[in-house]
């Protein structure tokens, strides 16, 4: 296997003498002036009159529903998960140690059971208040307790709601079997008078003509390491068939536990943000505002590029310019500055 620390020199050399313009080649036939939304996909405008805001995907409905950000737990014991293959965008941050969890983000489709669900941080709150999301979580650090009781997002809690709104695997033991079902999110939403409508800010996307012509370093396997054990490192292989990459936990595909369909993704966005110790448990205070370092793989390719927070929303970008996402669902992994991107992340051309 080639590591990307081979290539890294020739790819910095190469993105040296790029923009964010030249990471897609420019069609030979000449376009017309664009005259439909900013934000708007031109294939989904041809297709269908609407798109969903987080995957670009054409839709004959209106989306006007509500985004809903279900903290998920990736203990070992926790796998494989109920729902993620059905999130539009999810976030994969340490939570404590080495031990990482996820945000999943759902607007465009509606899982029958979502878990097991863990507890709040502070950061995932910012995150999920970046997309106007109702926040769901089992428990809850110091930090975010104090924003969740002053109502500075719209959730639900399992610490409320065990044994109603949130049910118990009989399968699992705790903390690991805390699930909750879609309808029981729209229950919960109802009984506290949180509106459910108003859709998420959208990210940019590229049309499906652009995304085939991406360009960049080539890049089909990339590993990610949280933890020395390897139990909490990630792994994502594009498969050239599907055009998709699928996504492994310690060296597992990742899967649903319900239907053992697989996580198939269009885009993995890794950033580089500030991790600090906070107390003795290893939680941690993580820096989502200043920006830093990414990479951004799509259709098999590598772009090392930089992270911003637009209004909440971590946005890829490149000479100062949002770069658009490919159609289709969307996977972040969050890696400490210390060691570093390049340290943390592998990748191979095969």
Not at 287 to 311: C, H, I, P, R, S
Request: glycine share 8%; with cysteine; charged share 25%.
């Amino acid at each position: 296997m080639k590591k990307w620390a081979v290539a890294v020199a020739a790819f910095l050399l190469l993105l040296s003498g790029c923009t964010s313009r030249e990471t897609v080649k420019k069609p030979v036939k000449e376009e017309k002036p664009n005259t439909k939304p900013e934000n708007k996909p031109e294939d989904a405008v041809k297709a269908s009159p609407y798109f969903y805001p987080l995957t670009g995907i054409g839709t004959d409905t209106k989306p006007d529903q509500r985004a809903v950000a279900v903290m998920v737990n990736n203990h070992p014991k926790a796998r494989p998960q109920s729902g993620l293959n059905k999130a539009d965008i999810v976030y994969e941050v340490l939570a404590e140690g080495d031990v990482t969890r996820f945000l999943a983000v759902f607007q465009s489709e509606r899982p029958a059971n979502i878990g097991p669900v863990r507890s709040a941080r502070d950061y995932y709150i910012n995150l999920a208040k970046g997309l106007n999301a109702l926040y769901i979580a089992h428990g809850y650090s110091p930090e975010a307790k104090q924003l969740l009781e002053s109502n500075y997002v719209d959730n639900l809690n399992g610490m409320v709601y065990d044994g109603t709104l949130f049910k118990r695997s009989s399968s699992r033991k705790p903390p690991h079997n805390s699930y909750i079902t879609y309808d029981n999110i729209l229950k919960g939403a109802e009984q506290k008078g949180y509106s459910m409508k108003n859709s998420p800010p959208a990210f940019r996307f590229y049309t499906v003509e652009e995304s085939k012509n991406i360009t960049g370093q080539e890049a089909k396997t990339v590993n990610i390491t949280y933890s020395k054990s390897g139990t909490y490192n990630s792994k994502y292989q594009f498969d050239e068939t599907l055009g998709k990459y699928k996504r492994f936990s310690a060296g597992e595909q990742t899967v649903d536990l319900d239907t053992g369909d697989p996580i198939l993704l269009d885009n993995v966005f890794i950033i580089e943000a500030v991790h600090k110790a906070i107390d003795s448990y290893g939680r941690r205070d993580i820096d989502f505002e200043t920006g830093g370092k990414a990479y951004l793989l799509q259709m098999g390719k590598v772009n090392e590029v930089e992270w911003a927070n637009k209004n909440g929303r971590i946005v890829p970008m490149k000479n100062g310019e949002e770069i658009p996402f490919v159609q289709g669902k969307t996977w972040v992994n969050v890696v400490p500055a210390a060691p570093g991107l390049h340290t943390s992340v592998s990748l191979s051309a095969q």
